[in-house]
T-cell receptor
Framework: EAQVTQNPRYLITVTGKKLTVTCSQN?????MSWYRQDPGLGLRQIYY???????DKGDVPEGYKVSRKEKRNFPLILESPSPNQTSLYFC?????????????FGPGTRLTVL | AQSVAQPEDQVNVAEGNPLTVKCTYS??????LFWYVQYPNRGLQFLLK??????LVKGSYGFEAEFNKSQTSFHLKKPSALVSDSALYFC??????????????FGKGTRLHILP
C-alpha cells in the first residue's frame, strides 16, 4: 500500500531532551516536507526537500533540523525541544516539486514538550 | 507571495442540504489550487485540485469545487451533505508567478459540522 509513515505517533518529552521523528514514504517520491499544525494557525511548513541531499527552510524552521540521505526517509530532529514546539506534526511527500503535484500526508505525530 | 484565505472558521449544515466551504486566494501568476480534508486523529487526505481547464473540478466523496478567476475563489461544494462529511477542510495554493514563494500555502482550515 502506498503510504507515508511517521513514528512515533505520540510523544511526551521534557525540555532539552533531543528527539527524532521519523518519516518514510514508499512511493519513490522526490519531494518531502514537514509541517506543524497549531489551532488557529493551520499548517505551517518547517522544512522541505526536493531530492536526496537537498533541503531548504520553510516558514518556521527555528529549532528544527532535517536530513535527506535516502530518497524514502526524511527525519525531523529537535536538538533541544522547548514547550513552544508542542504541536501536531505532519510529514508529506509528492512525486515532484511541480506546481500541480499532490501531496500525500502521514498520520501525524502529536508532540508534547513539558 | 501567494496567500489563501478561508473566511469561515466553522460551517454548520443540516444533513441532506447542500454545503459550501469558501476559499479565496491571491497569486502573482497562475494558481494551482487544492482541497484537503482532515478527519479526527488522521492526516490530511487529498480531495481535488485545479490546475487548468474546466472550472468545475470533481473529486473524492462527491465533492466538487468551482474555480472562479474573476473572484479569485475556489469554493468547495457538495449537493447533499452527510454526517460523515464532518471534518476539518483545508484549501491550499501554489503560484507559478515571478513573485511566488516556491511552496504550497495552506489556509487556516474550516471545520464543517453536519447536523443529523
Amino acid at each position: 500500500e502506498a503510504q507515508v509513515t511517521q513514528n512515533p505517533r505520540y510523544l511526551i518529552t521534557v525540555t532539552g531532551k533531543k528527539l527524532t521523528v521519523t518519516c518514510s514514504q514508499n512511493m519513490n517520491h522526490e519531494y518531502m516536507s514537514w509541517y506543524r499544525q497549531d489551532p488557529g494557525l493551520g499548517l505551517r511548513q518547517i522544512y522541505y526537500s526536493m531530492n536526496v541531499e537537498v533541503t531548504d527552510k520553510g516558514d518556521v524552521p527555528e529549532g528544527y533540523k532535517v536530513s535527506r540521505k535516502e530518497k524514502r526517509n526524511f527525519p525531523l530532529i529537535l536538538e533541544s525541544p522547548s514547550p513552544n514546539q508542542t504541536s501536531l506534526y505532519f510529514c508529506a511527500s509528492s512525486q515532484d516539486s511541480l506546481f500541480g503535484s499532490t501531496q500525500y500526508f502521514g498520520p501525524g505525530t502529536r508532540l508534547t514538550v513539558l | 507571495a501567494q496567500s489563501v484565505a478561508q473566511p469561515e472558521d466553522q460551517v454548520n449544515v443540516a444533513e441532506g442540504n447542500p454545503l459550501t466551504v469558501k476559499c479565496t486566494y491571491s497569486v502573482s501568476g497562475n494558481p494551482y489550487l487544492f482541497w484537503y480534508v482532515q478527519y479526527p486523529n488522521r492526516g490530511l487526505q487529498f480531495l481535488l485540485k485545479y490546475i487548468t481547464g474546466d472550472n468545475l473540478v470533481k473529486g473524492s466523496y462527491g465533492f466538487e469545487a468551482e474555480f472562479n478567476k474573476s473572484q479569485t475563489s475556489f469554493h468547495l461544494k457538495k449537493p447533499s451533505a452527510l454526517v460523515s462529511d464532518s471534518a476539518l477542510y483545508f484549501c491550499a495554493v501554489r503560484d507559478d508567478g515571478m513573485n511566488r514563494d516556491d511552496k504550497i500555502i495552506f489556509g487556516k482550515g474550516t471545520r464543517l459540522h453536519i447536523l443529523p
